[in-house]
Nanobody, 121 residues
Framework: QVQLAESGGDSVQAGGSLRLSCRIS????????WGWFRQAPGKEREGVAL???????TYVDSVKGRFTISQDNPKNIFYLQMNNLKPEDTAMYYC???????????????WGQGTQVTVSS
């Protein structure tokens, strides 16, 4: 059974840091892309960061230089390190798996249940 489970969300002040984790289970093969997405109240879900099957990465412009996506293969976990957090980063964060290296939620078939990040000014 394919599963993703996020953890690490919290409430922090602006300028702080958090590391989100996504534990992966039940996947076969190594051709998946792993992504982090977020959804703020009243807004559409947006792509934040992607890690391709060959190690390529991409980020939405608003987080470049602040967020880093990475993977720990032996542990089947991938991460989103978030530094210099801003109030506009407040959202529910989801990890997801798909086969298209594109920051669009519609291309991702497997999703975790989300972890809340709240950044206060």
């Amino acid at each position: 059974q394919v599963q993703l489970a996020e953890s690490g969300g919290d409430s922090v002040q602006a300028g702080g840091s958090l590391r989100l984790s996504c534990r992966i289970s039940g996947f076969r093969g190594s051709t998946y892309c792993w992504g982090w997405f977020r959804q703020a109240p009243g807004k559409e879900r947006e792509g934040v960061a992607l890690l391709g099957s060959e190690g390529s990465v991409t980020y939405v412009d608003s987080v470049k230089g602040r967020f880093t996506i990475s993977q720990d293969n032996p542990k089947n976990i991938f991460y989103l390190q978030m530094n210099n957090l801003k109030p506009e980063d407040t959202a529910m964060y989801y990890c997801a798996a798909g086969v298209v290296f594109w920051l669009r939620p519609k291309y991702y078939n497997y999703w975790g249940q989300g972890t809340q990040v709240t950044v206060s000014s």
